[in-house]
């Protein structure tokens, strides 16, 4: 009996920082719902971020035959590489049709900005004017 007590009040008790933990706001992911990762062809004005740097990347068809790669294909590719950097979201994503090269049937290149959305807290306050 003694030890169910014990038990109980170990869970309760380390139960409790997890509940609190969940309790404070998370930051928003934004998302682009047409291809299910956060890469965008645009900028995104209604939040500060910083920027991580320029990703690429270079997505082959199979064969010649095959389709050339859908925007939700590049935009993965764009999106793993994205991560690797830590970022929260891939702006300014553009890529070309795709085209054979010497070791290719067909290759399509993307490239776009790695970001990283900023804490309240690492947001500068607005200098006041004298």
């Not at 509940?19 to 995104?44: C, E, H, L, R, T």
């Not at 320029?54 to 993965?76: D, L, M, N």
Request: net charge positive; proline share 7%.
């Amino acid at each position: 009996m003694k030890l169910d007590i014990l038990a109980l009040v170990c869970a309760l008790t380390t139960g409790v920082p997890a509940m609190a933990q969940d309790a404070q706001p998370k930051a928003s992911i934004v998302m682009n719902d047409d291809v299910g990762v956060p890469v965008f062809p645009y900028d995104i004005t209604d939040r500060p971020y910083k920027v991580l740097g320029e990703v690429k990347a270079g997505v082959r068809k199979a064969t010649v035959f095959s389709k050339s790669p859908s925007q939700a294909k590049i935009y993965r590719e764009l999106w793993e590489r994205g991560q690797k950097l830590g970022a929260d979201a891939v702006i300014k994503a553009s890529y070309g049709d795709a085209h054979v090269t010497a070791v290719s049937w067909g290759k399509a290149n993307a490239t776009g900005t790695a970001i990283k959305f900023l804490a309240p807290g690492e947001i500068a306050p607005a200098t006041a004017k004298p």
